[in-house]
Nanobody, 120 residues
Framework: QVQLVESGGGLVQPGGSLRLSCAASGFTFSNYVMTWYRQAPGKERELVARIFETSSTPNYAASVKGRFTISRDNTKNTVSLQMNSLKPEDTAVYYC?????????????WGQGTQVIVSS
């Protein structure tokens, strides 16, 4: 059974830091692109950061570049998002996604999300 379980969300003051983690199981983690998305109230879900199978150069949304760092551990089947210098506009539900395209089929898995609130 495929599972992606996010953790680490919470309430933090502007300028603070949080580290989100996503634990994966039920599939071959090292074969998947891992992405963090977020969705703020009333807004569409947006890509935050993406890391490829071999941890080659990650991609970041312009709004988080320089503040957030994505990393993965293929031995522990985890992907993390270190979030520094948090701003109120970073408030959202953060989702972990695993994606692979193989033999004409998309394999696309989502976690349940973890809430991040940046507020004083």
């Amino acid at each position: 059974q495929v599972q992606l379980v996010e953790s680490g969300g919470g309430l933090v003051q502007p300028g603070g830091s949080l580290r989100l983690s996503c634990a994966a199981s039920g599939f071959t983690f090292s074969n998947y692109v891992m992405t963090w998305y977020r969705q703020a109230p009333g807004k569409e879900r947006e890509l935050v950061a993406r890391i490829f199978e071999t941890s080659s150069t990650p991609n970041y949304a312009a709004s988080v570049k320089g503040r957030f760092t994505i990393s993965r551990d293929n031995t522990k089947n985890t992907v993390s998002l270190q979030m520094n210098s948090l701003k109120p506009e970073d408030t959202a539900v953060y989702y972990c996604n695993a994606f692979r395209y193989l033999l004409g089929r998309n394999y696309d898995y989502w976690g349940q999300g973890t809430q991040v609130i940046v507020s004083s």
